[in-house]
């Protein structure tokens, strides 16, 4: 349709239909046959059978053939015939699970990154969906949050920016949005990561150059690189929550960042601002989050029930509602939907290519560059073929290792650890035992009831305890070496899933505790949403591999890097604290007056435990071993028009062909306000056969030394710069260089 059409659709329509363009509903109320909406969730959102068939969007329903019943059902009776958008979150793959996107992340590798997003989206896209909630791109640095695991650049503002960016594209294609595509809502805006003490949903307050320097560069980078939509986060920030933050939406996102796109709150968060304290009533939100900016209302009666009243009495401008409903239209425009409301959904393409053998290959492969190898002590792993092995722990034969995003893929079937080890060395050569639960009774009903769930009841459950235990160390002694398959509950990271203590759970601890008498030597695979305390799961292991949730190929991908047919190479994007009182913690952060020196009383760290993280940022271990050396720089000095060469030698000092990343940090020595201790710049992954050494160039440039300074503007200032080059946060070499 032409643009002029556009705007002739929109002189059409009547108030009514121009607020129904604004609410978005759950769509299983369409699924119904003969929908009536007296009854259900929606009845709660005052709506009438008559307009159900006028609101714009409906969220989370996909499958082809429920997008055309639902279309064709809806289009038939809705007056102007302008179809439905349907939003999904297809966060981490649709049928073919992959791993959760901070796992992605920690491939530090943007054609990975890129690979997950489109093959996520190829499936998402035939099933239907037109817009796709994601990429996630807050800044996190406090792992109690459960919703660690959805974070792509996770602690890392540059991270964030590089995969936003690389995400987007991946949806949306790198030219105009059109037809065969999906569209990409960057979330949550803003700075939900840093909610108060890791609790979900909970305040947020900082300075603006904080938010500016940290928070605000991924969903810049999002919006830059073309984002057709922005979902407006649970909290407040800075005293008034997101969805009616006008300082937030009108000035910065509208005016300064130049969105033209569509704002939509996250799920009733317009009408959370009564709870908050700021709207007095349902009108009052709706008032507040339309003059604010919002032009989408997720599931809150505020639009539904307010809006139209609100123009008629003249407090919202029509002028204003019409902003929004153009912006709707036009994107059902530039998605084609009115030439084709089905979009993309393609029943013959879903039978191809959902969970294709061939999407499945490349989820092997994808998955296996997100495991994070953090400890390795003699090169225990790779396993030899040759060992008898105890597999033992709640899961080895588990299939709950697809994160909490897996809506769609209830009932997939995939292999567990036990298979693929059994299909790798034969089943004769893996004991295996379940060794304890994933958690107990009353902490999984914990779970399960808040999600509305029946509670479970484990028969006998002490003496179970204790007899799985008993096995698993029987098992054990017959076998040359033991892998313990442990993590959290992958109910216990995402959404609503704050956790105060960031432990494995203290079940499966007493299963190492008794494993670990046995005097053998154990690798702990490990999965999770987030960074966990593993010090003492550490302590007691001799290898540890971080594989968080990896999706449906996860068991088969953690094979091959157990034995050896893939050299893990991922790092960490998040620190992995030594204990949960250290969060929130991260590796960019400032220096205090009394930095840590020694032993010294006074100085800024704990009594009881170090400052520093367990595993630091960047970090992650490799079967080849890496050697830095010979950092130059080509000038000393660099002025606004000039760059530096920054080189280093990189070996592998290994027989192993291996790829490592190699980082690149800088600090701003000397400014007019504080500046962390080391900031990530640049990063690149090599890829060296055994024995090879390369030289490794990064070109430092103006931007990478710009921040927010005590004016609050965007520059450099002139004085010394350290650079740091290494395999992680931690362990770098140096060179000082001056900008004037
Ligand atoms: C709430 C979540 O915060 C958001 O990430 C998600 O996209 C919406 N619900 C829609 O499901």
Not at 317 to 336: A, I, M, P, Y
Request: charged content about 25%.
């Amino acid at each position: 349709m032409k643009q002029e059409q556009v705007l002739e659709l929109l002189k059409q329509m009547t108030l009514g239909e121009k607020v129904g363009q604004l609410i978005q509903v759950l769509g299983e109320d369409f699924l119904r046959d003969n929908v009536d909406i007296t009854t259900g969730p929606l009845r709660e959102l005052n709506l009438s059978n008559e307009d159900l068939y006028n609101v714009g969007s409906i969220l989370n329903v996909v499958g082809s053939e429920n997008i055309r019943k639902i279309q064709d059902e809806y289009l038939a009776k809705n007056r102007l015939k302008i179809p439905l958008l349907f939003m999904a979150d297809i966060i981490n793959g649709y049928k073919t699970v992959l791993p959760i996107p901070i796992a992605q992340g920690c491939s530090w590798d943007t054609n990975i990154v890129y690979d997950c997003a489109k093959l996520s989206i190829e499936e998402g896209k035939v099933a239907g969906a037109n817009v796709n909630f994601s990429p996630m791109v807050d800044l996190v640095r406090d792992a109690r949050w459960g919703r660690v695991m959805e974070s792509i650049g996770a602690e890392d503002p540059y991270l964030g920016e590089v995969f936003a960016k690389t995400i987007v594209q991946a949806y949306q294609g790198k030219d105009e949005l059109n037809s065969k595509n999906v569209a990409a809502c960057v979330k949550h805006f803003a700075a939900y990561g840093a909610v108060e003490a890791g609790r979900d949903y909970n305040t947020v307050d900082m300075s603006e150059r904080e938010f500016r320097q940290y928070y605000l560069p991924a969903y810049k980078s999002a919006i830059d690189s073309g984002a057709k939509m922005i979902m407006t986060s649970f909290n407040t920030v800075n005293g008034i929550p997101s969805s009616v933050n006008k300082w937030l939406l009108r000035d910065l996102l509208r005016k300064e960042l130049g969105f033209k796109g569509i704002i939509i709150s996250d799920f009733s968060a317009i009408e959370e601002t009564i709870a908050h304290g700021v709207s007095i009533d349902s009108k009052d939100a709706a008032y507040k989050a339309i003059t604010a900016g919002v032009d989408i209302d997720m599931m809150s009666r505020a639009y539904s029930n307010n809006l139209k009243n609100l123009v008629k009495e003249g407090k919202v401008s029509e002028e204003l509602l019409d902003e929004s409903v153009l912006r709707v239209l036009q994107l059902k425009n530039e998605l084609g939907l009115f030439e084709n409301p089905y979009g993309n959904a393609n029943a013959e393409a879903e039978k191809r290519i959902l969970m294709s053998k061939e999407n499945l290959n490349k989820a092997r492969k994808l998955t296996a560059d997100t495991l994070v190898l953090l400890k390795n002590e003699n090169n225990i792993l790779p396993l030899k073929k040759c060992n008898k092995i105890a597999l033992i722990g709640p899961y080895a034969d588990n299939i709950g290792i697809l994160g909490s995003w897996s809506i769609f893929s209830e009932g997939v079937k995939i292999p567990t650890l036990k298979e693929t080890f059994e299909n790798k060395v034969g089943k004769d050569n893996i004991l295996y035992s379940k060794g304890s639960e994933i958690l107990k009774e009353k902490d999984i009903n914990r779970i399960l009831l808040a999600d509305g769930k029946k509670p479970i009841h484990l028969e006998n459950e002490e003496e179970n305890e204790k007899k799985y235990v008993k096995e698993a160390i029987e098992t054990a002694k017959n076998s040359d070496i033991i892998i313990l398959a442990i993590g959290e509950h992958y109910k216990q990271s995402g959404e609503a899933c704050s956790r105060a203590n960031i432990e494995i759970p203290r079940i499966q601890q007493n299963l190492l505790n008794e494993l670990s008498k046995l005097n053998k030597k154990i690798v702990a695979i490990v999965f999770s949403g987030r960074p966990l305390v593993l010090k003492d799961i550490s302590e007691k292991v001799n290898a540890v591999l971080e594989v968080w949730f990896p999706g449906v190929e996860g068991a088969n991908a953690i094979t091959d890097v157990i034995f050896g047919d893939i050299n893990p190479s991922a790092k960490l994007t998040m620190s992995f604290p030594q204990d949960a009182g250290q969060c929130p913690i991260y590796y960019n952060h400032y220096n205090t007056g009394r930095p840590q020196r020694g032993d010294f009383r006074f100085v800024s760290r704990y009594q009881d435990i170090p400052t520093e993280s367990y595993y630091p940022f960047g970090y992650g271990l490799s079967y080849s071993k890496f050697i830095y050396s010979d950092l130059k720089i080509s000038n000393k000095k660099m002025s606004k028009d000039s760059k530096i060469i920054v080189a280093v030698k990189v070996k592998n000092d290994s027989n192993v062909e291996g790829a490592e990343v190699v980082e690149l940090y800088i600090q701003d020595l000397v400014a007019s306000v504080v500046r962390p201790v080391r900031e990530l710049k640049a990063f690149t992954k090599v890829h060296l056969s055994a024995f090879e050494e390369k030289t490794i160039e990064f070109e430092i440039t103006v931007e990478m030394l710009k921040f927010w300074n005590e004016k609050l503007e965007y520059k450099a200032e002139s004085g010394k710069f350290k650079i740091f080059v290494g395999t992680n946060s931690k362990d770098t070499l140096e060179e000082v260089f001056e900008y004037e």
